[in-house]
């Protein structure tokens, strides 16, 4: 039997990063899943294989990279422009602390880097939103990962904790629209993306490997 691995997850509480921990939880590939978060999870006690780093400011990360080592790091974390309040505020979270993440995990020993950023990534863009996930990806390139695993989902669906109202909305436009809309933009279930990041982290293939959405749909059919 081959050895169990170390998972590493940052944004677990998130739409994803809640159905990844699930999987990754009943996944027999890993022995230990070190949860990294600002909001207490529940009962950690009930689920032996997590091992949850509470960090109310993800900006001190260094403080605690001696407990940031894994085989496999997975990032789901992400917010809105509205709900960072500012810019600055969202490139602070969807850029400063995932690179930050991968750079301690690297120097960890971390062999994949796996991560959802979203359809229309581009450092090009006119649109800030996507220019920074294309930023993000092109910094996660430059650390040099054996493995890279980017995930590019278009418009998520799932149930949040807090209510987005522009994305409910658009949510269900998406889902009337659906059939006219080319592959790579219909949405796409978080179930379905947490199943991918599992299908893709059991696959060896070093190097960068991009994964646009209607590829990640077919991965993660269940």
């Known amino acids: 039997m081959s050895q169990k691995k170390t998972a590493l997850v940052l944004g677990a509480t998130g739409l994803v990063g809640t159905a990844l921990l ?46 940031l080592s894994a085989d496999d790091v997975f990032c789901t974390l992400g917010t809105t422009i509205k709900k960072a309040g500012s810019q600055p505020a969202f490139y602070t979270v969807d850029f400063t602390y995932p690179l930050a993440l991968a750079q301690i995990a690297r120097e960890n020993g971390a062999t994949h880097f796996l991560i959802v950023t979203a359809t229309g990534a581009n450092p090009q863009s006119k649109i800030f939103y996507n220019r920074v996930k294309g930023e993000l990806e092109q910094a996660l390139m430059q650390i040099k990962f054996p493995n890279l695993t980017i995930l590019r989902p ?64 077919e991965l993660g059919r269940g």
């Open 22 to 67: 699930k999987q990754l939880y009943a996944s027999e590939t890993y022995s230990k899943i070190k949860v990294i978060t600002r909001r207490p999870i529940s009962d950690p006690a009930n689920f032996p294989k997590i091992d949850v780093i509470e960090l109310a400011d993800f900006s001190q990360m260094q403080t605690v990279s001696d407990q």
């Open 154 to 217: 278009s418009l998520l669906t799932g149930e949040r904790q807090e209510f987005r109202l522009g994305e409910r909305l658009a949510q269900i436009l998406g889902k009337m629209l659906a059939g006219l809309m080319p592959a790579r933009m219909k949405p796409v279930s978080a179930e379905t993306v947490a199943r991918a990041m599992m299908a893709l982290a059991d696959e060896v293939q070093a190097g960068t490997r991009i994964v646009e959405s209607e590829q990640i749909r």
